[in-house]
């Protein structure tokens, strides 16, 4: 039987009528059917499948399969039926879009610097390329990208045709085929990439539309570099003027000038985080003045206090460890109902936390520990003061 590729003869059908020939239920509970003929494009060379429809039943992916493409559904079909297929143009014109700016900018990358192209993957944000080198500076992306653009402004028409392997010295191939026999050829205008391709692709470098250089990344020692292709690089050209529309109202200067705007308002903040800094130490010094004036005249000191900053006990026990007459101390902070917890036992004075934790945390459903002079934790509830007593009662053991 007939397997036909209908997606080699015109690459802009999307319906079409076949017949079931397969249905076979997969260990995943997945049906994989098979078609006498189809226009759904199998996942190969980097370039994801279709998706659409057999008659209402979605096609989740589409394999090359070993002798024909298998389609996969979530439900059978009868052996034998006659079937109505939609392929979801949107989905299929977004890859050619893809597949085709890869082409375009592997070939710009062989020209402009002998960069080959290693491996490519067509994601669903953006499409990767990996090239052989192990650098490459931004300013020789750019002129990439805008050669790739140039090429695109051309219109110049994309052919795909089938040759025999004995005359592929015919053609400037950008790379030898990995396959033998007869293969097919994609060739974009007169110079511009030409290369054993299997994949769909836009009739003209028109239809691409338009490619934006997104960034790089080292990988394997080498680079891999990242793009925006046809309409994804529209949108994100919406996006960015959406962002840039947004920040230059909330800014109140025109999208020119927002580099400098944000400049100044970095240097504003650190200025305030400087100020900041110096109101908390202040706080703290007075803090510690109080704190320190409840110490007792057995050189104890328990006390509750109420602050968001969670360093706040960490540095007040160092400055209390350094207290002569504070021989112990405990410091509860307490915040919405959530309890910080810090111990301290100076030189002078001795404190067992092992011995005393399971009589004491369990007051406050407390957790934590460490090494003495210092033990902190978390704790809940209502129970400070019985916690701060049971403590004073501990060291004094």
Known sequence: MNREKLYYHDNHLTTFTATVFECRREEDGRYAIGLDRTAFYPEGG??????????????????KGEEYPVHYTESPLEPGSDVVCKVDWEHRFDYMQQHTGQHVLSGVFMKEGEWATLSVHQ?????????????????E???????ANRIITENLPVETFWVDESELDQYPLRRPPKVSGTIRLVRIGDGADCVACGGVHTSTTGDIGLIIYLGQEKIRGRVRTLWKIGERAFRQIRQDREILGDL????AVPSSELPARLESVDREIFEKEGEIRQLKE???KGSLISLKNQIDESGILTAVVSTGDKKFLQNAAQALLEEEKCHFFVLVNELDGDLQWIIG?????????????????????????????IWQGKGEGPAVEAFLTALRKSYGE
């Open 248 to 251: 230059g109202v909330k800014y």
């Open 123 to 139: 994601g669903e944000e953006y499409t990767s390329i990996e090239i052989d080198t192990a650098e490459i500076s931004e300013l």
């Open 345 to 373: 036992a100076g030189e002078e004075g001795s404190f067992d936390f092992g011995r005393a934790r399971n009589d004491i945390l369990p007051l406050i459903n407390g957790k934590g520990g460490g090494r003495g002079p």
């Open 141 to 147: 992306l750019y002129q990439v990208e805008r050669e």
């Open 282 to 284: 202040e706080l703290l």
């Open 46 to 63: 980097g370039q994801p499948s279709d998706v659409g429809f057999i008659n209402d039943i979605p096609v989740l992916h589409v394999a």
